[in-house]
């Protein structure tokens, strides 16, 4: 069975910063491309960053020069390293694992920055 756990979300003053985690069971991690999306209330869910199984990365003109995404294949784990947060950056951040046909989702974790 599949698994995507995020966690590190919580609540930050405008220009701190948080790093989100993501930690996948059940798939060959290594094989899989790894996505950071956020959806803010009313809003549809937008990708924010992306890393390939050969750690290619791209990011979203809103968060580029600010997050960076990172994977540690030992750890099963994909990072997303958030620095000078902004009060639009609030939503609900969601990783999502992808491969061939293959498209898991973790469950969500909040991510709130006050002004």
């Known amino acids: 069975q599949v698994h995507l756990v995020e966690s590190g979300g919580g609540l930050v003053q405008a220009g701190g910063s948080l790093r989100l985690s993501c930690t996948a069971s059940?798939?060959?991690?290594?094989?899989?491309?790894m996505e950071w999306y956020r959806q803010a209330p009313g809003k549809q869910r937008e990708l924010v960053a992306g890393?390939?199984?050969?750690?290619?990365?791209n990011y979203s003109d809103s968060v580029k020069g600010r997050f960076t995404i990172s994977r540690d294949n030992a750890k099963n784990t994909v990072y997303l390293q958030m620095n000078s947060l902004k009060p639009e950056d609030t939503a609900v951040y969601y990783c999502?694992?992808?491969?061939?046909?293959?498209?898991?989702w973790g469950q969500g974790t909040q991510v709130t920055v006050s002004s």
């Open positions: 059940g798939i060959s991690f290594g094989f899989f491309g």
């Open positions: 890393i390939s199984s050969g750690d290619s990365s």
């Open positions: 999502n694992a992808k491969w061939n046909n293959k498209n898991y």
